[in-house]
């Protein structure tokens, strides 16, 4: 008797793990909706979702959104993310944390980078948008719109667009003289490798990566420069 | 002769120790630390700023529940192995019972709270260290405070340890839900949206703003508003004197 109940018990078990199975088995998750960005929470929801700790949910966004491509161990080309999706999400990570850069670090230089000219026009866009509203803290981004407008999206006009923004609007006398001398460099036609090498190296003179890992972030964006031998100790 | 609320209260100390809840509370430390070393690690700039915040914010969390958790329990315990009526059966009144209790606990939660602002001091370029420092502890006291009460009035862990939550939680964003209910209907809408919103609004009154403590924006640039929430903890601790007198004259022990 006692073997018979345990026989069924184990038996019951065994259809139970099998039901589960074929449970799984026929609601597997979409994989394809998972790909989509898709629209942000609001920041109000954020906040309250993170117990008013607005500046380490901004992080939380900022580095899902750097993410996103590697999402669920599956890779999607950058390029293949929604652009508006993209600032819509990039406006809730710079409106919980105005103080740090780093949505703008994406737009400009991971985001901007690739996928369609409409697409990178769009990212550049957004940085100048957030530049215009603090110019004296977030020229750094708009340099690097401007390399990425000249040497990435080839579009002469919109990097001269962009120079002449820092040259007017940026009047902090602490912000070194080449932020307003960025047309004249755009225009001796340097080429990209010596462009980012004068960029990168007035950046970290200006104390202005403060991070190892942005300036080999920045390096690596960068085909056939080395840096190392020219760059202090961060 | 010392008074017996100070030796009540060394005794509680004795039983923090012997339960290890500084033991706890270290690694709660060492844990939000590494997390926010793993943190700083996956980040592409800000390293050192994301390595503050997030420990801040998870310290906080960590430090927080295993003081309530840590308090609930030994109170609870009391209670159910009768060594309340141990005390009682001394000349010692019910308030003083309570008011040894909570000076023991209220140490415990001051000094977690003072140690974890201390993994702070490795980083020299983060401004608002000591203030945030000092606001945690008197975030810990008056959470010490609010655990002790819900367990003396609940009698049960997980009774307590679950409106201990929902009280806590609810004090960190009820600001939010505030202006979220005031934006929403307070002012225009059904009647029911109104009533809702006045009821979140008074809801949100009867707690403390416990957002304006150890505020981590301090830690990140932000301004920095250190004092009000001192008051604060002042106004609640005494509150919750209030209602642990109450609640002790009306218990059946």
Redo the contacts between chains.
């Keep these: 008797m006692a073997t018979n109940l345990q026989f069924r018990a184990w038996g019951l078990l065994i259809v139970c793990l099998a039901a589960n199975v074929v449970f799984q088995r026929t609601h597997a998750p979409s994989w394809a909706a998972d790909y989509a960005l898709g629209a942000p929470p609001s920041v ?1 929801e954020v ?2 979702a993170s ?6 949910a901004g ?1 939380l966004v ?2 899902y959104l ?2 996103f491509n590697v999402h669920l161990g599956t890779a999607t080309a950058v390029a293949d993310i929604d652009r508006r999706s993209v600032v819509r999400w990039l406006d809730l990570a710079g409106d919980l ?1 105005s ?4 949505p703008l ?2 737009a400009s230089r ?1 985001f901007a980078e690739t996928g369609s000219p409409a697409g990178r026009r769009m990212m550049l866009d957004w940085v100048y948008r957030r530049f215009e509203k603090e110019p004296n803290t977030r020229w750094p981004w708009l340099v690097h719109a401007a390399f990425v407008a000249r040497h990435v999206l080839n579009d002469d006009a919109l990097a001269l667009s962009y120079a002449a923004a820092l040259r007017t609007q940026v009047t902090d006398p602490g912000a070194p003289a080449f932020v307003r001398q960025m047309e004249m460099l755009l225009r001796a036609d340097l080429g990209e490798i010596a462009d980012a090498r004068i960029i990168l190296g007035e950046l970290i003179a200006a104390g202005q990566i ?5 300036l080999q ?1 920045l390096e690596s964006r960068l085909p056939a420069a080395n840096f190392r031998g020219t760059t202090p100790n961060l | 002769m010392a008074h017996p609320v100070w030796g009540l209260a060394r005794l509680t100390l004795l039983e923090a120790r012997r339960t290890a809840v500084g033991k706890a509370a270290l690694a709660s430390m060492a844990a939000a630390f590494f997390l926010a070393l793993f ?1 700083s ?10 390595t503050v ?2 420990y ?2 998870i310290v906080r969390l960590a430090i927080i529940f295993t003081l309530a958790q840590a308090i609930i329990a030994n109170t609870v315990r009391d209670l159910n192995e009768r060594i309340v009526e141990n005390f009682l059966a001394l000349p010692l009144t019910r308030l003083q019972y309570a008011a040894g209790k909570w000076l023991g606990w209220s140490a415990v939660a001051a000094v977690c709270g003072v140690a974890a602002g201390v993994p702070l001091l490795a980083f020299s370029a983060t401004p608002g260290r000591l203030q945030w420092t000092f606001s945690f502890a008197a975030e810990a006291v008056v959470i010490a405070s609010l655990a002790l009460l819900l367990a003396l009035a609940l009698g049960r862990v997980i009774t307590a340890m679950l409106a201990f939550c929902c009280l806590y ?1 609810f004090a ?2 009820g ?3 505030v ?2 209910s005031a934006n929403m209907g307070a002012t225009k809408g059904t009647w029911m949206d109104r009533l809702d919103a006045r009821y979140v609004e008074a809801a949100g009154y009867l707690l403390p703003r416990m ?1 304006r403590f150890a505020d ?2 301090w830690l ?3 301004p920095i508003s250190f004092g009000p929430e001192l008051l604060q903890a002042l106004i609640y601790v005494v509150l919750l004197g209030a209602a642990a007198n109450i609640e002790l004259r009306r218990k059946q022990f």
């Design positions: 109000a906040r309250a117990l008013g700790e607005n500046v380490f992080y900022n580095v750097q993410n944390d103080g740090t850069g780093y670090l994406l991971h403060r991070s190892p890992a942005e972030f | 943190a690690r996956i980040v592409l700039t800000d390293q050192e700023r994301v915040v997030a801040a914010v939680l960190r964003i600001y939010l839900l202006m979220l957002d981590t924006s990140s640039g932000g």
